[in-house]
């Protein structure tokens, strides 16, 4: 099943607010329907939002009223995936030809990210075998599977590679709070794919590592800048601090869509800080008392310093041997 695709004329996204509990298909017919899905993280994950945005172009196109400001609107969403902007801006060229014009494009986007998952998850696999042998127990966080792209994923994709290479242990899934990207999805995911995993607390993993439970950290990336430095959800900068210290390899999966050589460095990203309520409330329930204020970035940035490799659909780049973008 696809993440998200064009049907019946407007794009149709599996709502990833109703994971694991609800298998949702949730047509989005209105500019504000896009937006709105795209704030709340119904779709979501650096390639699916690529997707979304170009489709989110299409759909104003078609209808017609104030493109401009739609375009601007869906760009905004949400700041920090730089694919986000990519897709709208690649779609949105193409509004002088018309809305089938931009259609077409919108296509061609979710057809050019589902043929770089195959690619990644092939060169990913590989050099994951080079690096940890033919028995390996990955450690991963949030979620880069299907459901962050359009099908099969970044990381989950050279995770999925090498399960079916009979080269895959375990997977350690990363919960990644507070949004539960990774309990939620990546391990509803690799369930229905028979894939071993255990759940970990986020801070368990540094520790794990140290223990000598992880042969290799994969995951993927919402920007990766010039200089290499990594954009990601909150909570892998810790990862990459701890495989450091363990001596194991820290490896990106990502498209060549995610690689933003415009921005210099991860200094100059915009992180996008979300509302406190993520973390003071739980099922409904205050988890803090009433007037404790939150801090909430939901992503960090890892310095190229501590990433052994980029893997994308077209190139691996070995930063640890001095490769660069
Ligand atoms: O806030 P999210 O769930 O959109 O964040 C997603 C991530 O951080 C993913 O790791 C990243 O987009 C890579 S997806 C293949």
Redesign the pocket.
Known sequence: MRTIDWVDGCPQIVD?TALPDDVRLVSLSTVDAVVDAIRR?AV??????GVAGAMGVALAAKLGSDVDDAVRRIRAA?P??V?LAWGVDRAAAYLPDGPEAVLAEALAIRDGELAASLEMGRRGGDLLQELAGEHIRVLT?????GL??VEY????AAVRSLYERGCLAEVLVSE?RP?L?GAR?TAWELGESGIAHRLIADSAGPFLMARGQVDAVV????RICANGDVV???G?YAHALGAQAAGIPFVV???ES?VDVATKSGADVDI?DRDGSELLEFAGRHTAPYDTVALNP??DVTPYALVTAIVTDARVIRLDRGDRL
């Open positions: 990833q993280l979501r994950g650096a390639p699916a939002l949400r920090t995936a694919n966080h949030c979620n880069t599977g962050a792209t994923g970044t990381a989950l990644s949004l990207q999805l995951l993927g990336a919402d990601n959800k909150i892998t999966v990502a498209p995610t996008e939901a992503f």
